[in-house]
């Protein structure tokens, strides 16, 4: 029996070699499945774990204790109750005890709370010693500033709730190495009450009786169990350590359940998305498997037919039949295991050391499931073939089959799309039969397409050869004479479309992650800077890149109402990366230079003021003027006073170079209420120069008043500038003193995306500052969307900002945006600029982090899904037509015999397969068309809901265009392959 099939695979070696293709291909998508899955999922969780800062990977374990007469035991058992009941592979814990007491210096009493921690020096700078033994105490350095103490110095420590004290030693004072960490992460050893803690050693809590102490247990959760290697879960430790120590009056912190239940999430979604892709692919496999066994069986139907002449019983028959598909779909089986491997750990990357092994071993055990599925498949189709008499076997033109069967399994197919479409539209895109309604309506259309097609080209052809073109009308015959064309057909149209649509989701998403990295950013670098204020920002800036090409200062401020990113926009254009929904690029520098605005006044460079200035009333006033240095951004100050009546004074100044020079940034009036002066004139001396002259102290659009109380009242007078603190009548609790210089214009103009703050309905339009300050805003544009705020916040200029008196430091973030002529040198040279660089983020960085989240993945999972889809489409292809090709040789053989010439025949043989892969090609770009519509079909779209900009095409001509040509190319081979050797054979 062996070297029957042996045999036979050598004159069949063509079908043999194409079944074992397919059955390689089914084997290779089985294989990939676990580990695209794990792997996908593990690259998933890592990415979303490493975007958590340390200490949000912090885990804190607290209970009251009494330390007792030995801290030591007791900081001891605490730990063992807590790592025995809370297990965490590969964390190292950190203990600890913290009481709270008051600190004694002379008449001052303050609470602190007094502590011991694990491995403290390793974690903190300490100027003098770290304590070592018992009466020995490390101050932050802060605390000692404050309460006036240094290292050596004698500090008294009273418990609480008791009259015992300590008198300790300051061995040395500490600043936290990196306040980030997850060492700092407990809130206990964080400052709670007047000061920062004080730390001890273990025997400073040594004593007699109760008292109330903390014992804590922190660790820090290595990266592996967040993401869940090795099938981890953390969350039912958790909760099962909480209820064990909960009776022992422990509190255990959960901070991370938020992070597990994400992580947990992500998983799932990338599970369910990538086997569902590779599902359908397998079961397209088992399909082109039995379809394939189904074209080849006429070719075995004489070698059945002879061995029943002979007697054999069904089984012998079975075996001799079935064992020319054993041997090569094992072979392929055993193929296709390490090539799955290998394209799902390109595909997906590697897995953890720990899933290596179960990964493995799952694939292997999905190859032989497969396997075994495509040989009951295989069986069913030659347990039909077997039931067949002789007689039947021996025909050579088929029995005309009862068409019932294929219609019943076509109409489940079509209601199974009915349904899912229905689904997508009802709410529930994303649940039950709603994942395959675009695969199912790739199908529907398919099978649409296949019964039209028999009728069409037996109209087409019947016409043809009634009207003496024989080439196309014998060449349409073919497609309803071939028993398996339309299934072939079928099959063709559903990997096409699944080709587009994987393509097409692909291509979108990169363009949706590449489009948000960019909103989100602004420019293709950004770094985040440490620097004193926004004029030494924006001077290091200019002065690193004075050209403007590539380097553009930025000042985000997330806590303001409406949020404001400030920035240099002259230099908008050449660095950011703009966008039409921004509005047009230079509306705000065209209306920040075109707004009336008086020329700036000259700097101040030398190292004395002259003020002339009269004071109108009885009661002395003194007049303070405010300078900015142009390049550090430090205020200085020039204190004019006391001004009596007409006078000249002069005022020291410094820190104001010619090289740098200071602008007059505000005037203060100080003095009694109502008081009143005139400023007739500002001068410098060393050099001499005129700052302010009778012209530029009479414009009045020079100069505006603060707005956060009684404003000071300023007119022009007397070739002067006539400044009076208001008489207060609306009872506010200070009178102004404040006036800004401004040299900038006024109002600001602004582009504002979103609604109105809720306070430009009751006033004027307004940037309000932390200080109650109001700069007034005009509104140049409203876009739908601006860089880095969204939808709503506020753009304005930075250096008419800070000239309009908008300077607050407090909670804002100072960054600086590099274009893409920016060189590999930039850092470096902001650095030498005098900015400290503290962070970096890129457009390129930041996508690749999106390309981790769940939607990405499964879509790129997916795109190997239609690759493999359109693999085993062409290896049904080669094998329906090799089938085909004897009964088509003589079919031609006995036209030529009646007149064909064998040009004409030549072109028959290859017109037919060309026609049905045009047919296919045509059939799954509308099939993958109509998915887009009819179901609602989208880009993959991110887990967090992001959605400020329109989403791309699902299906672009670029991923249409070039899935159609991988088509053409991989089915035009296996056409050739094909059709080729029946071609020469014509010739």
Not at 479 to 506: E, K
Not at 517 to 530: I, K, M, N, P
Request: charged residues 15%; positive net charge.
């Amino acid at each position: 029996m062996l070297a029957l099939i042996l045999a036979a695979l050598r004159v069949r070696a063509a079908q043999a070699i194409t079944l074992m293709a397919l059955t390689a291909l089914a084997a290779t998508t089985a294989a990939a499945l676990p580990w695209a899955v794990t792997g996908s999922a593990g690259r998933t969780a890592a990415a979303h774990v490493a975007e958590v800062p340390p200490a949000g990977k912090a885990l804190s374990v607290s209970g009251p204790r009494g330390a007792g007469s030995d801290p030591e035991a007791a900081v001891r058992e605490f730990a063992a109750l807590v790592g025995e009941r809370l297990p965490i592979s590969g964390a190292t814990p950190v203990r600890g005890l913290v009481e709270n007491m008051s600190v004694v210096v002379g008449n001052d009493v303050r609470n602190a709370p007094v502590a011991y921690r694990d491995r403290f020096c390793e974690n903190v700078r300490v100027t003098g010693a770290c304590p070592a033994a018992a009466g020995e105490v490390a101050i932050s350095a802060a605390n000692a500033r404050a309460i006036g103490v240094a290292p050596g110095a004698r500090l008294t420590l009273a418990r609480t709730g008791g009259d015992e004290t300590l008198e300790v030693r300051v061995a040395g004072t500490y600043q936290l190495s990196d306040p980030r960490d997850a060492y700092w992460s407990n809130a206990y050893y964080r400052a709670t009450t007047d000061l920062d803690p004080i730390f001890g050693t273990s025997a400073l809590f040594a004593g007699s009786g109760p008292r109330p102490a903390t014992l804590t247990y922190d660790v820090t959760v290595p990266d592996a169990v967040l993401r869940g290697d090795g099938g981890a879960d953390l969350r039912p430790v958790l909760a099962a350590a909480a209820g064990r120590l909960g009776g022992a009056e422990v509190t255990v912190g959960q901070p991370l359940g938020a992070l597990l239940t994400d992580v947990a999430q992500d998983r799932a979604a990338v599970r369910s998305g990538i086997a569902f892709a590779l599902a359908q692919v397998l079961l397209l496999a088992l399909f082109t498997i039995a379809l394939a066994a189904y074209a080849t069986s006429r070719s075995r139907r004489a070698d059945a037919a002879l061995h029943k002449l002979r007697g054999s019983g069904t089984l012998a028959t079975l075996r001799l039949t079935f064992g020319q598909h054993l041997v090569p779909m094992a072979a392929g089986a055993l193929a296709g295991l390490p090539v799955g491997l290998l394209l799902a750990r390109l595909a997906a990357g590697p897995v953890s050391a720990a899933d290596t092994g179960p990964v493995v071993r799952l694939a292997a055990l999905a190859v032989a499931a497969v396997l075994l599925a495509a040989l009951l498949a295989v069986a069913a189709v030659e347990a039909v073939l077997l039931r067949s008499p002789v007689s039947t076997l021996l025909r050579h033109v088929p029995l005309r089959r009862r068409a019932w069967p294929a219609t019943v399994l076509d109409t489940a197919l079509l209601a199974a799309a009915v349904a899912a479409i229905y689904q997508t539209r009802s709410g529930a895109p994303r649940a039950g039969i709603a994942v395959a309604a675009p695969t199912m309506t790739a199908v529907a259309v398919a099978l649409l397409l296949a019964r039209a097609l028999a009728p069409l080209a037996e109209w087409s052809g019947g016409a043809a050869v009634r009207s003496g073109r024989l080439r196309w009308g014998l060449s349409a015959l073919q497609l309803t004479r071939r028993p398996g064309y339309q299934r072939l057909f079928a099959f063709l149209v559903v990997a096409v479309a699944m080709g587009v649509t994987g393509a097409g989701a692909w291509v979108a998403g990169r363009e949706e992650r590449l489009a948000r990295a960019r909103v989100e950013l602004g420019a293709d670098q950004v770094l985040t800077v440490r620097v004193a204020n926004r004029t030494a920002l924006l001077s290091a800036v200019r002065r690193a890149d004075p050209a403007g090409r590539w380097a553009m200062a930025a000042v985000v401020d997330p806590t303001a109402h409406p949020p404001v990113l400030a920035v240099d926009t002259a230099r908008l254009a050449a660095v950011s990366r703009w966008r039409p929904e921004y509005g047009p690029v230079a509306r705000l520098p065209a209306a920040t230079t075109t707004t009336g605005a008086p020329a700036p006044l000259p700097l101040i460079t030398g190292t004395r003021l002259t003020l002339r200035a009269v004071n109108r009333g009885r009661a002395p006033l003194t007049l303070t003027a405010t300078l900015r240095n142009e390049i550090t951004g430090r205020l200085r100050t020039a204190r004019f006073g006391p001004i009596s009546g007409a006078t000249t004074i002069t005022a020291h100044v410094d820190g104001c170079t010619p090289d740098a020079g200071c602008r007059l940034a505000r005037w203060q009036l100080l003095g009694a209420p109502h008081g009143e002066v005139t400023v007739r004139g500002l001068a410098q001396a060393d050099p001499p120069a005129v700052i302010l002259d009778r012209d530029r102290l009479a414009d009045i659009g020079r100069w505006r008043s603060t707005s956060n109380g009684a404003a000071v009242d300023i007119r022009a007078r007397d070739g002067g500038l006539s400044l009076a603190m208001d008489a207060n009548p609306r009872g506010f609790a200070t009178p102004g003193r404040d006036v800004m210089a401004v040299d900038g214009p006024t109002p600001l103009p602004v582009v504002l995306a979103g609604a109105p703050p809720q306070q430009w309905r009751l006033d004027d339009a307004a940037v309000f500052l932390p200080d109650g300050e109001r700069v007034p805003v005009t509104v140049a544009g409203t876009p739908a969307l601006l860089p880095v705020l969204g939808r709503q916040g506020m753009l304005i200029d930075l250096d008419a900002a800070r000239r309009a008196g908008i300077d607050d430091e407090s909670g804002v973030a100072y960054q600086v945006w590099l274009g893409p002529d920016a060189p590999p040198t930039a850092a470096a040279t902001l650095t030498a600029a005098g900015l400290s660089v503290t962070a970096e983020r890129t457009v390129a960085r930041r996508t690749s982090l999106l390309a981790a989240q769940p939607p990405a993945v499964v879509s790129r999972v997916s795109l190997l899904a239609a690759g493999l889809a359109l693999l085993i489409a062409a290896t049904v292809m080669a094998i329906t037509f090799a089938a085909d090709r004897q009964p088509t040789r003589d079919q031609l053989e006995a036209l030529r015999t009646q007149g064909l010439s064998r040009p004409g025949a030549t072109a028959v043989a290859w017109a037919g397969p060309v026609a049905l892969l045009a047919a296919g090609l045509l059939g799954g770009l509308l099939a993958a068309a109509l998915a887009a519509p009819v179901t609602g079909l989208a880009t993959p779209g991110f887990p967090d809901g992001w959605a400020l900009l329109a989403a791309p095409a699902p299906i672009g001509p670029t991923a249409a265009t070039v899935t159609l040509l991988a088509a053409l190319a991989l089915f035009g081979l296996a056409g050739w392959v094909s059709i080729r050797p029946l071609a020469r054979g014509l010739r």
